[in-house]
């Protein structure tokens, strides 16, 4: 997930978009995409499939692992950018690509050119970095999946990200012009300012402050709260107007935690002011002051709101005569689900301890009395022959301690002669290395898969005698 290098975009063929557009398909429904379905997805008439995907592995706009039950192809970041970017390029939106400006904890900023060369912003979405991977508890993208891949997911993100942006531009909120969206890329107005989180002195705080407060209440009023309103969120112009960016996490003012967030949108600026500018006001917004005035919330499906929630709104409007309430299986289903869990897991743990008393009390204590049997009789051998025997004929030992080591080998027991342990060790020795030579010389990709796979067969071929005679 490093910086993006777009020297290849130039070079690629229609072909090598065809075969990427396949493998994007193909992770729809698979983990890693085989070879012969993206063949088939892409349905190139001159063929050459294979030969492509390796050249776009070696740009590493793929990547080829090898799975438990099959090998395949997968997308990586690069190869999603670069789709994402022909399609913008063909739309005539993007002519050229510059610098990166910014880099967050989901995010990469980059500065673009539109056709008549002027400066626009492009945020490359990347969820699923090391800093922000618990996505199921800060967001609701999974919606009722169990598993998405982060690629899906950082879609799902800019197409939430982009919808808010037009939805508050339409009603003057100061925020970035939306140009479009594509997978996961979204293109807006690129800001002229500086982060809020740069200035160290303004001309008028006051006047800052409250139209920051101003915000998050008209936010709240219109049904969201940004959730994320902090100085690094929030561009200062030449004029020292706000301009708030970062909008993907914003929730619904119905939302279980919205007083919450609200409150913690508030504190933020107030630290803040305290920390940087030693300036602290006893005036702020509660989150119980706020009458709803617009439902911006519904128009964007906002986190938080459901579709009960909509009927109940509607019907408060007077445009629905009756609210049709959720049927018993959709409003209990998580509580019946946590119930099954927990029956599940009580019931498992009686099953453990039930093969554990099976176990201790059957075949355990047996065997390790037989054990404690063996080492006895052994360590009565050893000591007898200690006895009977005279120190220079017992182990070849020049000095008289047969009986002392005797009773110190009690626990490992052996009678085997150090030449044949040494034998076998020069055996293992030399059948690792034989090994490590046989490894050195596997085909790689998808050679050794092939290999790996008639290999499975002829064992199978083996093993049934009464089918294959």
């Known amino acids: 997930m490093g910086k993006l290098n777009v020297t290849m975009l130039r070079y690629l063929t229609r072909e090598d978009f065809r075969v990427l557009t396949a493998i994007e398909m193909g992770m729809k429904n698979h983990e890693l995409v085989p070879a012969s379905l993206a063949a088939s997805i892409a349905n190139l008439h001159h063929g050459g ?31 999603y950018d670069y789709l994402a970017l022909k399609t913008l390029t063909s739309r005539q939106l993007i002519s050229s690509f510059g610098n990166q400006i910014g880099v967050g904890k989901e995010s990469n900023i980059y500065v673009v050119a539109d056709p008549e060369d002027k400066p626009i912003c492009l945020k490359l979405h990347r969820l699923g970095r090391t800093c922000f991977r618990n996505l199921k508890e800060k967001r609701d993208y999974h919606a009722h999946r169990h598993k998405a891949g982060w690629l899906y997911l950082s879609r799902i993100s800019a197409t939430k990200e982009y919808a808010y942006m037009e939805a508050l531009s339409k009603r003057d909120f100061p925020v970035p012009k939306p140009i479009d969206v594509n997978r996961h890329c979204v293109l807006m107005e690129l800001v002229n300012g500086h982060p809020l989180c740069r200035l160290y002195e303004v001309d008028n705080v006051e006047n800052l402050y409250d139209d920051l407060m101003n915000l998050i209440v008209r936010f709240a009023q219109h049904g969201v709260i940004h959730g994320d309103f902090n100085e690094f969120n929030i561009m200062i112009n030449d004029e020292e107007k706000p301009i708030v960016i970062d909008f993907p996490q914003m929730v619904s003012v119905t939302h279980v935690n919205a007083k919450m967030y609200f409150d913690r949108d508030v504190k933020c600026i107030r630290e803040f002011f305290k920390k940087r500018f030693n300036y602290e006001s006893h005036l702020y917004p509660t989150f119980e002051d706020i009458i709803r005035e617009e439902f911006l919330d519904v128009e964007v499906s906002a986190s938080g709101f459901t579709k009960n929630m909509d009927q109940f709104l509607l019907h408060e409007l007077g445009m629905v005569d009756s609210v049709e309430e959720e049927s018993g299986e959709e409003s209990d289903f998580y509580e019946n689900e946590k119930d099954e869990v927990e029956h599940l897991a009580e019931r498992v743990d009686e099953l453990m301890k039930e093969e554990s008393s099976k176990v201790l009390g059957n075949s355990t204590i047996p065997l390790v009395q037989e054990k404690l049997d063996n080492v006895k009789s052994d360590s009565e051998e050893y000591v007898s ?3 009977d025997d005279d120190c220079e004929s017992v182990a070849s030992s020049k000095v008289c301690y047969s009986d002392i080591h005797s009773v110190r080998s009690m626990s490992t027991a052996t009678t085997i002669p150090p030449e044949v342990i040494r034998d076998r060790v020069k055996k293992a020795l030399a059948k690792r290395e034989r090994a490590a030579v046989r490894h050195r010389n596997l085909a790689k990709g998808e050679a050794s898969a092939v290999n790996r796979q008639r290999r499975e067969n002829k064992d199978t071929i083996k093993d049934s005698f009464g089918i294959w005679g």
Not at 51 to 69: A, F, M, Q, T, V
Request: net charge positive; hydrophobic share 25%; proline share 0%.
């Open 49 to 79: 499939v294979h030969k492509i995907l390796k050249e776009l592995c070696k740009h590493r706009l793929l990547s080829y692992e090898r799975g438990k039950h099959y090998d395949g192809y997968r997308l990586t970041n690069t190869g």
């Open 385 to 387: 022959l200690s006895e």
